[in-house]
């Protein structure tokens, strides 16, 4: 059986523990879509052609992946590209209420999708792409959080 997955998000930008989570989706199939969401409603630092452009950037030694970008529900573009599973990370706790309850939704929308969650090494638990740019616009030293490549952009951007 080959199967594969998509792992969405805005990816504001790309950190480890993003990585760390498509490097785990990799062990269990054997293809993952990196679906960058086209969100107008959210203001990111960067564009969905930057965010794309990176993602494959920090994943150019990975084996089959895809990144792309999608516009509208995850589970519209799931059943576009024939997908049934759905990945997203679960960082800490302070993560599953939203998550839990985007997973129903999306139950009760597209029953033949299903959504499995994955928690990063411990190391980068508790990273997020937005905290990250609010350090870095503050000045912290976010080197051990994302490839030096996606620091230097956000330290350029801001």
């Given at each position: 059986?080959?199967?594969?997955?998509?792992?969405?998000?805005?990816?504001?930008?790309?950190?480890?523990?993003?990585?760390?989570?498509?490097?785990?989706?990799?062990?269990?199939?054997?293809?993952?879509?990196?679906?960058?969401?086209?969100?107008?409603?959210?203001?990111?630092?960067?564009?969905?052609?930057?965010?794309?452009?990176?993602?494959?950037?920090?994943?150019?030694?990975?084996?089959?992946?895809t990144v792309e970008s999608f516009d509208g529900l995850v589970i519209d573009y799931a059943h576009k590209k024939r997908i049934s599973v759905i990945i997203r990370g679960l960082r800490m706790i302070s993560d599953f209420e939203y998550e839990f309850q985007m997973a129903l939704t999306n139950r009760k929308l597209a029953p033949d999708v299903e959504t499995i969650y994955l928690m990063p090494s411990e190391s980068y638990c508790y990273i997020s792409s937005k905290l990250l740019k609010e350090a870095a616009y503050l000045g912290a030293d976010i080197s051990n959080f994302v490839p030096k490549f996606i620091e230097k952009a956000i330290k350029a951007k801001l």
């Open positions: 059986m080959c199967q594969k997955a998509i792992y969405p998000g805005s990816f504001d930008p790309i950190t480890y523990g993003h990585i760390d989570i498509i490097k785990r989706a990799l062990k269990i199939f054997d293809e993952v879509i990196v679906a960058v969401a086209n969100n107008s409603s959210k203001q990111p630092l960067f564009s969905t052609e930057e965010r794309v452009k990176m993602i494959k950037q920090a994943t150019k030694d990975f084996d089959r992946i």
